[in-house]
T-cell receptor, first 109, second 112 residues
């Protein structure tokens, strides 16, 4: 079975502070990991996925297979980063996405 | 992303009523999904379909049914709605599980 854990329901930081949203997973094979974001009154959208190794809107995430983690990081938070962030895992093939429960990020001025 | 649309956007209904939520997509994707979003519980998969002839139960399918009328259309039905089905429902599409899922705007359903 695949499982995604996001231990923080809410993360509140000040503008300019570093941000790290934690994600841990449980999966016996080689997973594909994703971060999705949902801004207020907008639909869920892909932020980044580990296979692309991109930096999107200043966010990065590194897959650590030893620690089974895929934490999302940004060195300097902006107010427009305030949103709900979901970590998700796919086992590939005919599997589906399993989402974590989400972390609400609030960036205060 | 206007390529995935959901109707209705909001619906208030009473316990015991039959409700249908519709999803349409113009992305040409074979795979379609229905999720519900509840505060503190994240997104949970209700049903999914990998092509027109394929329907699969997700994590929380009890009390729900689906119909894949065409590649572009995937409907979710609540045969007899109950209050704990009050939630935000999302439809999504993808080319494959490892590719991006594109979400609709959501349907807010309230069951009184």
């Amino acid at each position: 079975a695949q499982r995604v854990t996001q231990p923080e329901k809410l993360l509140s930081v000040f503008k300019g502070a570093p941000v790290e949203l934690k994600c841990n997973y449980s999966y016996s094979g080689s997973p594909e990991l994703f971060w999705y974001v949902q801004y207020s009154r907008q639909r869920l959208q892909l932020l980044l996925r580990h296979i692309s190794r991109e930096s999107i809107k200043g966010f990065t995430a590194d897959l650590n297979k030893g620690e089974t983690s895929f934490h999302l990081k940004k060195p300097f938070a902006q107010e427009e980063d305030s949103a709900m962030y979901y970590c998700a895992l796919s086992g590939g093939g005919y599997s589906t996405l399993t989402f974590g429960k989400g972390t609400m990020l609030l960036v205060s001025p | 992303d206007a390529d995935v649309t959901q109707t209705p956007r909001n619906r208030i209904t009473k316990t015991g009523k039959r409700i249908m939520l519709e999803c349409s997509q113009t992305k040409g994707h074979d795979r379609m999904y229905w999720y519900r979003q509840d505060p503190g519980l994240g997104l949970r998969l209700i049903y999914y379909s990998f092509d027109v002839k394929d329907i699969n139960k997700g994590e929380i399918s009890d009390g729900y049914s689906v119909s894949r009328q065409a590649q572009a259309k995937f409907s979710l039905s609540l045969e007899s709605a109950i209050p704990n089905q009050t939630a935000l429902y999302f439809c999504a599409t993808s080319d494959s599980p490892n590719f991006e899922q594109f979400f609709g705007p959501g349907t807010r359903l309230t069951v009184l």
